[in-house]
């Protein structure tokens, strides 16, 4: 299923492709990392060693580090993970890092697809200009969060279409689609619960930048699902 997804993505991202084109090329792909992820689910149903919850560390290099925080939370929410933003001090300044915890295989969703994000949204960001005189800092925090805002909306369209279209596993012993999927989100839930019993969480930032309606078409015509489906991890980095 990642081989179509590799195939229609570089389909996509052809230059001779119009943006109608790559539009119904990315649908489909994130329908396949969608249904990739209902797929796994009910297999792990059947058998629970295929697919067990672990975690995995990512960390956050500046600049805008708090926003690809964001964009990493909004991906894991929509793939049924759960994260946790850390924060250290190195050399008297602040460094960031997200903790995950998720199924192994919903891991693998997220990571994948929030490197190629960031590396879309750095290319947007790019070609796309602030208005005169705004601070471009302000300008870029909040365009990353309306292109976040437009993938979590996408993300979730296409996760509950999968969820609707898949058929329960007979080893599911009864259960629906959607209670499989439910259960899988309370243990990765508690797992995090384990890790951290005593979490703190943070109102939604206000920012002032006027960037966000880019940002957020940006984010509708952003590829889901990524190029690099290899196991890659290069571009975390991404926006400068």
Not at 127 to 153: C, D, K, M, Q
């Amino acid at each position: 299923m990642l081989d179509k997804v590799r195939k229609l993505l570089a389909k996509a991202e052809d230059p001779a492709c119009t943006p109608a084109e790559a539009e119904a090329f990315t649908v489909k792909a994130a329908a396949l990392i969608a249904k990739y992820g209902v797929d796994r689910a009910l297999l792990a149903a059947a058998d629970p060693t295929s697919d067990r919850v672990g975690d995995r560390v990512l960390d956050m290099p500046a600049p805008y580090a708090i926003d690809k925080c964001g964009l990493l939370a909004g991906v894991a929410g929509e793939l049924r993970c759960q994260c946790v933003r850390r924060v250290s001090r190195a050399g008297g300044h602040k460094a960031f890092a997200v903790h995950l915890f998720g199924y192994a295989s919903d891991l693998e969703r997220v990571e994948l697809l929030f490197t190629s994000l960031l590396v879309q949204a750095s290319q947007a960001l790019a070609v796309t200009r602030p208005p005169a005189r705004e601070n471009v800092g302000a300008y870029r925090r909040s365009f990353l969060a309306g292109f976040t805002h437009a993938i979590v909306l996408r993300l979730r369209e296409a996760e509950t279409r999968a969820a609707a279209a898949a058929d329960p596993s007979p080893a599911a012993g009864g259960r629906s689609v959607a209670l499989v999927l439910a259960d899988r989100s309370g243990l990765v839930a508690r797992e995090m619960a384990a890790t951290y019993p005593r979490l703190r969480f943070e109102g939604p930032r206000r920012l002032a930048g006027s960037g966000r309606g880019h940002g957020y078409a940006a984010g509708q015509s952003a590829d889901l699902g990524g190029t690099r489906l290899t196991g890659r991890r290069e571009g975390i980095a991404g926006i400068t």
